[in-house]
């Protein structure tokens, strides 16, 4: 059994910053892509950053400049430090990551979110 945990969520005022971790455990043989999706109340999940496992990075435009993802392959665990919030934000924030158990094929998995709220 796979386990996405995040943590850092919570409330911080308009400027300030947060770090977010993300940790993959269970029976893991190797992992792929991981990333951090992000959905704001009323609106469709989307993308804010995503990492491969060579260290190479994407971002939505949105977060580009304020937003860094970084990953720790041997603790399993994927971060992100997020600057100059603003109250767009806001949003409950998931871990995603490609992970492959031993003698299976590479899987999807999706932690159960962490709220982040940036307050005006």
């Known amino acids: 059994q796979v386990q996405l945990v995040e943590s850092g969520g919570g409330l911080v005022q308009a400027g300030g910053s947060l770090r977010l971790s993300c940790t993959a455990s269970g029976s893991i043989s190797s992992i792929n892509a991981m990333g951090w999706y992000r959905q704001a109340p009323g609106k469709q999940r989307e993308l804010a950053a995503t990492i491969t496992s060579g260290g190479s990075t994407n971002y939505a435009d949105s977060v580009k400049g304020r937003f860094t993802i970084s990953r720790d392959n041997a603790k399993n665990t994927v971060y992100l430090q997020m600057n100059s919030l603003k109250p767009e934000d806001t949003a409950v924030y998931y871990c995603?990551?490609?992970?492959?158990?031993?003698?299976?094929?590479?899987?999807?998995?999706w932690g159960k979110g962490t709220l982040v709220t940036v307050s005006s």
């Open positions: 995603n990551a490609e992970i492959r158990q031993y003698e299976s094929d590479y899987m999807n998995y």
